[in-house]
């Protein structure tokens, strides 16, 4: 009995002195489980043969590939590139030229890039040339530009599109002069300039100051699809970031410009989206689509890059009312400069900012005449104040024509009426409370809405009026002038 008490004191006793002990080593067993666990979550598995992922494969040129590819590219730029008036010889320093001469060739150089580029985008070559050398002849520097105002610049860019090109060529020049009147000559300097993104910034370091970054384009993304067998969407964010590195590794240190230039030439040239000549391409013995091609008849080149499926445009509705005042003698006829239109100034910002057009009222659809009609007296009346009963008589209205005019992400199809009015009184009195706080409107007569620099669906409205007028009321000779009384009398 003692024994068994001796026994359970000596059990009672270690347990005090070592409290738990069985459950310390169950826990300790957990934890060792745990961390042989935990280790087995994060060990890496055993060695496989290494398989190079298909954006691995894309991402870079070698450097045989490169060197190559650099100098076959600018050997067939420096025999074939078109003569441009925006594209010089670089300028090399003869040791002749002050300092501050070059600096002013430079910047010349980086001005003619600056516009020549930011009118390229989404327009023709053939379309720029004469819009280039009008606009350079009016403002031959940064200095003139920054002198211009927004309805200037908008008149000279009118047709071309995409407007708020113009607007931010001609704020990023207003700052520059502000700033000391000198172009930044780097990559990132250029970019904190209004309107010059990632592209224009990489031309205009690249061509006018020597800087070996790259420019990536459609025509370049082209390119480099082809000659990467890039399969991936190209207007995916990450794709569009593998084509600048592609890019990146390609631009020649030596000439940077050059070969920028000559890589979008070969895309605009040759290396086209429907009728690539691959044949006569520099590029052809490293084109991997190309190669691909061969050997497989189902894969074309032109299957590169992929075709992305476009948004779909938005639908809008609007009716265009064309107001011509009658002159003092009140004949309706072709007569341009007897009569008088009123133009309104769009709002300074959203589509088509600061430009002008004829009074033009957003439809919720495609409505009938009638609708249009009582949408148009509503905006003539309260926004215009003008007031077709009170202020003046309705010579003639009618419907002449409709017609649709495409956005890059809009389709609007325009509903056009003309309104001729006869003024009860004179024009000054009659419509002198034109306008509101928020609109700006004038009027203009018929030869200089003729010269005016209109936008391209504003002068196919102005065109449709002339025709309409043309057909229903030719000019006709101009009979002899009545003799006067006194004449009469004399006779």
């Not at 209205?397 to 009426?417: A, M, N, P, Q, T």
Request: net charge positive; proline share 4%.
């Amino acid at each position: 009995m003692i024994a068994a008490s001796q026994k359970i004191g000596l059990t009672l006793s270690s347990s005090a002195v070592f409290p738990n002990m069985s459950d310390r080593s169950k826990q300790q067993r957990k934890r060792n489980r745990g961390t042989k666990n935990a280790i087995r979550i994060i060990k890496k598995p055993s060695p496989q043969p290494e398989v190079q992922d298909i954006e691995d494969a894309v991402s870079s040129f070698s450097e045989d590939e490169t060197q190559k590819l650099r100098f076959a590219l600018l050997d067939w730029y420096d025999h074939n590139r078109r003569e441009l008036p925006w594209r010089r010889t670089s300028s090399n320093n003869d040791g002749c030229k002050e300092e501050e001469e070059e600096e002013e060739e430079v910047d010349s150089r980086a001005y003619a890039v600056w516009v020549s580029e930011v009118m390229l985008q989404q327009t023709r070559v053939q379309t720029v040339i004469d819009y280039y050398n009008r606009w350079m002849e009016k403002w031959p520097t940064i200095h003139d530009l920054a002198q211009a105002s927004l309805e200037e610049v908008n008149e000279m860019w009118a047709g071309l599109g995409y407007y708020r090109r113009a607007r931010f060529l001609l704020e990023g020049a207003k700052r520059i002069v502000a700033e000391g009147g000198r172009i930044p000559n780097t990559v990132s300097t250029l970019r904190k300039i209004p309107g010059i993104g990632d592209y224009t910034a990489g031309a205009i370091a690249s061509i006018a100051f020597q800087e070996a970054v790259p420019v990536v384009d459609g025509n370049v993304v082209r390119v480099t699809a082809r000659l990467k067998a890039v399969s991936a969407n190209p207007k995916d964010s990450a794709t569009i970031k593998r084509f600048w590195k592609l890019a990146a590794q390609l631009v020649d240190p030596l000439r940077p410009g050059d070969f920028n230039q000559a890589l979008m030439e070969l895309g605009a040239t040759v290396c086209t989206p429907l009728n690539p000549s691959c044949s006569s391409c520099p590029a052809s013995k490293f084109c991997n689509v190309l190669a691909i091609s061969k050997d497989d008849s189902s894969v074309l080149v032109t299957d590169y890059p992929v075709k992305v499926i476009k948004v779909k445009q938005r639908c809008d509705f609007c009716v265009v009312c064309v107001v011509e005042l009658l002159g003092s003698g009140g004949k309706l006829d072709n007569n341009q400069s007897s009569s008088e239109f009123i133009l309104v100034k769009r709002p300074n910002e959203g589509l088509l900012a600061g430009l002008w057009e004829f009074p033009s009222v957003p439809l919720d659809g495609e409505t009938d005449s009638l609708d249009r009609r009582e949408a148009a007296n509503r905006f003539l009346k309260s926004t215009l104040k003008i007031d077709t009963k009170k202020s003046s008589n309705i010579v003639l209205r009618e419907d002449i024509g409709e017609f649709v005019h495409i956005f890059s992400h809009i389709r609007l199809k325009l509903y056009v009426e003309l309104l001729v009015l006869q003024s009860k009184g004179r024009k000054d009195d009659s419509f002198k409370s034109q306008g509101n706080e928020t609109i700006t409107c004038k009027w203009v007569d018929g030869n200089a809405l003729s010269s005016m620099g209109l936008t391209t669906s504003v002068r196919k409205v102005y065109s449709m009026v002339q025709k309409f007028k043309q057909k229903n009321f030719p000019c006709k000779q101009a009979p002899p002038k009545k003799r006067s009384r006194t004449t009469q009398k004399l006779t």
